[in-house]
């Protein structure tokens, strides 16, 4: 059995850009326009957590940053400057 399979972009999106020829008009809103996608395009296209990816995109620098200034900061206290000026 043939099955149609459809995804849904937002109007001006780069993927309905890309995949015009491809969009239903009929089942199409305001904001959004659905694709019959072929299956080239379900081999090339790859789901996407947003909230997930929002979140490791904020939460990887600041771990970053926390660290380095974690370790920037126990240096600092550890840090002994003794100037020698010799005799």
Do not use: C
Request: aromatic share 4%.
């Amino acid at each position: 059995m043939d099955e149609e399979l459809y995804g849904l972009t937002t109007k001006n999106s780069y993927t309905a850009k890309m995949l015009s020829e491809q969009v239903d008009l009929k089942k199409s809103d305001k904001k959004h326009v659905r694709l019959l996608l072929n299956q080239e395009n379900i081999a090339s296209f790859h789901l996407k957590n947003k909230t997930g990816s929002t979140i490791a995109t904020i939460a990887i620098p600041v771990v970053i940053v926390g660290t380095v200034a974690g370790i920037s900061a126990a240096a600092a206290d550890n840090m002994v400057i003794g100037l020698d000026f010799g005799d």
